[in-house]
């Protein structure tokens, strides 16, 4: 009797187990047909996009007829295989460009066409499942901002990877959020691994601290991921790494840096060997994106420096005179979930002649500036990160679906 009870027991657990990976198999196979689906939506767009840029391109005008004849449908697709489009944006984006207003309208409409429509024919997960590596017992803030600021932008998912000690404290911060405790544990790489398959972006530093074995597993996780070719964002004790070893995210493309000051001159220092020339930021930016491979940088500042090293963007949009801390983690969790996008739109030859890890960036720095100045609107000097997330969905509205 207990040997059949056993038998029983056994048949049992096995069909559980093969049901589960049926089911695992059925829903990657959902997985592909509903991406397929989306890159087909997505090349229909295009179609669309181009017989509109045609039409703008027939009539004589400026730059911003590029964005503004589409307004009745789908934003136009910039091609690269269009000279006269490529020659607007040389003189609008290039370095020394004095018309910054038009830059930055033209550059928001490019943001406004990686964003993936809103329907019911989506399931969770699609619109992206971003992660983020940091929280230690010192910061638990920090990676809490970049997840929830993910989450608020349209991801889906939203995991962080931390410290044991860190982990219940961000979890009580919000259920919203899928918490890992790994980061300090002595198989960290391979549980980080196991989820990086289900990710469409990485944004790595917030909270991290910079003990040795934090960053050692960050570096290993960064080269993973690259292997996997999931855009990167580094930011914060990320950037300390970086500075130390840069040839772990040196030319790779889907790479995004964003540095403050501080973290900008350690970094220039680290590759150039000597300091910076602090009379002309956008020279330097330019220079260090060089020296990193042509890697996307964001200098942060009062104007948002951003370059791959052929043309500088500046993004001064208002902001307002509050600097809380934290206002870089919200900038880096949401460019990771733009990151996914404008990747998977480009894939789709949705925009060509703009690096799309450059049009993330942009769109990035312009929401953070954007849920600053509505957050001070309402609470001035005492504004925190935590007011400006409040203002994430109402400003990203304003800036990218209006
Ligand atoms: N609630 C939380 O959990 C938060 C946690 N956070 C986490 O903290 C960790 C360490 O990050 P960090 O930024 O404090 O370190 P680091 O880059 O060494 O800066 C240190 C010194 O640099 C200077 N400095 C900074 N900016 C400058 C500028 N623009 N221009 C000029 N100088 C500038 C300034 O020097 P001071 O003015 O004090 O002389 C500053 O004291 C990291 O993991 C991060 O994610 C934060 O995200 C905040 C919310
Ligand atoms: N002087 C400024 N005026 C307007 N906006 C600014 C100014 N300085 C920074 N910002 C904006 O604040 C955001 C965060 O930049 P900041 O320099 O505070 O980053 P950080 O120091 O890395 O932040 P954190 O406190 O998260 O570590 C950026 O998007 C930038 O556009």
Same mark, same amino acid.
């Given at each position: 009797?207990?040997?059949?009870?056993?038998?029983?027991?056994?048949?049992?657990?096995?069909?559980?187990?093969?049901?589960?990976?049926?089911?695992?198999?059925?829903?990657?196979?959902?997985?592909? %047909? %509903?991406?397929?689906?989306?890159?087909?939506?997505?090349?229909?767009?295009?179609?669309?996009? !181009?017989?509109?840029?045609?039409?703008?391109? =027939?009539?004589?005008?400026?730059?911003?007829?590029?964005?503004?004849?589409?307004?009745?449908?789908?934003?136009?697709?910039?091609?690269?295989?269009?000279?006269?489009?490529?020659?607007?944006?040389?003189?609008?984006?290039?370095?020394?460009?004095?018309? /910054?207003?038009?830059?930055?309208?033209?550059?928001?409409?490019?943001?406004?066409?990686?964003?993936?429509?809103?329907?019911?024919?989506?399931?969770?997960?699609?619109?992206?499942?971003?992660?983020?590596?940091?929280?230690?017992?010192?910061?638990?803030?920090?990676?809490?901002?970049?997840?929830?600021?993910?989450?608020? #932008?349209?991801?889906?998912?939203?995991?962080?990877?931390?410290? $044991?000690?860190? =982990?219940?404290?961000? $979890?009580?911060?919000?259920?919203?959020?899928? #918490?890992?405790?790994?980061?300090?544990?002595?198989?960290?790489?391979?549980?980080?691994?196991?989820?990086?398959? %289900?990710?469409?972006?990485?944004? #790595?530093?917030?909270?991290?601290?910079?003990?040795?074995?934090?960053?050692?597993?960050?570096?290993?996780?960064?080269?993973?991921?690259?292997?996997?070719?999931?855009?990167?964002?580094?930011? =914060?004790?990320?950037?300390?790494?970086?500075?130390?070893?840069?040839?772990?995210?040196?030319?790779?493309?889907?790479?995004?840096?964003?540095?403050?000051?501080?973290?900008?001159?350690?970094?220039?220092?680290?590759?150039? /060997?000597?300091?910076? +020339?602090?009379?002309?930021? !956008? %020279?330097?930016?330019?220079?260090?994106?060089?020296?990193?491979?042509?890697?996307?940088? #964001?200098?942060?500042?009062? !104007?948002?420096?951003? &370059?791959?090293?052929?043309?500088?963007?500046?993004?001064?949009?208002?902001?307002?005179?509050?600097?809380?801390?934290?206002?870089?983690?919200?900038?880096?969790?949401?460019?990771?979930?733009?990151?996914?996008?404008?990747?998977?739109?480009?894939?789709?030859?949705?925009?060509?002649?703009?690096?799309?890890?450059?049009?993330?960036?942009?769109? =990035?720095?312009?929401?953070?500036?954007?849920?600053?100045? !509505?957050?001070?609107?309402?609470?001035?000097?005492?504004? &925190?990160?935590? +007011?400006?997330?409040?203002?994430?969905?109402?400003?990203?509205?304003?800036?990218?679906?209006?």
């Amino acid at each position: 009797m207990e040997k059949l009870m056993e038998q029983f027991l056994e048949q049992s657990a096995q069909a559980e187990d093969n049901f589960y990976r049926m089911e695992e198999q059925r829903l990657q196979a959902e997985d592909r %047909r %509903r991406e397929a689906e989306h890159a087909r939506e997505l090349h229909m767009l295009q179609m669309l996009g !181009q017989m509109f840029a045609s039409i703008s391109s =027939a009539r004589p005008g400026s730059a911003s007829a590029l964005s503004k004849t589409t307004n009745p449908g789908p934003a136009p697709v910039i091609s690269s295989t269009s000279p006269s489009h490529t020659r607007v944006f040389e003189r609008f984006y290039g370095l020394g460009s004095t018309s /910054h207003r038009g830059m930055e309208d033209d550059i928001l409409s490019l943001v406004k066409n990686i964003v993936p429509p809103l329907t019911s024919k989506k399931h969770k997960g699609q619109d992206g499942r971003i992660g983020i590596i940091g929280g230690c017992q010192d910061y638990t803030g920090a990676p809490y901002f970049a997840a929830i600021s993910a989450l608020k #932008v349209g991801a889906d998912l939203s995991h962080v990877f931390c410290t $044991k000690d860190a =982990a219940a404290v961000i $979890k009580s911060y919000s259920p919203e959020l899928i #918490v890992h405790p790994v980061l300090d544990s002595p198989n960290a790489v391979e549980e980080i691994e196991k989820w990086l398959p %289900r990710l469409h972006g990485l944004v #790595v530093g917030p909270g991290l601290g910079r003990e040795d074995l934090l960053l050692k597993t960050a570096k290993e996780v960064i080269e993973k991921t690259k292997a996997r070719d999931i855009p990167i964002v580094i930011d =914060a004790d990320g950037l300390w790494l970086i500075t130390q070893q840069p040839s772990v995210i040196q030319g790779y493309q889907k790479g995004i840096l964003t540095p403050n000051f501080m973290e900008f001159t350690r970094l220039y220092e680290a590759l150039h /060997h000597e300091p910076m +020339d602090s009379s002309d930021y !956008q %020279r330097s930016v330019m220079q260090l994106s060089v020296a990193m491979g042509n890697l996307t940088l #964001v200098l942060k500042g009062e !104007q948002d420096f951003i &370059t791959d090293g052929s043309k500088v963007y500046s993004c001064s949009l208002e902001g307002s005179g509050r600097r809380c801390g934290g206002q870089g983690d919200l900038l880096s969790g949401s460019m990771g979930v733009l990151a996914h996008w404008a990747h998977a739109a480009s894939a789709a030859g949705m925009i060509r002649s703009v690096n799309p890890s450059v049009v993330a960036a942009f769109g =990035a720095c312009s929401l953070t500036r954007q849920c600053n100045s !509505q957050a001070f609107q309402q609470h001035g000097r005492s504004t &925190t990160t935590s +007011d400006m997330i409040q203002e994430i969905g109402s400003a990203f509205k304003k800036l990218f679906e209006s």
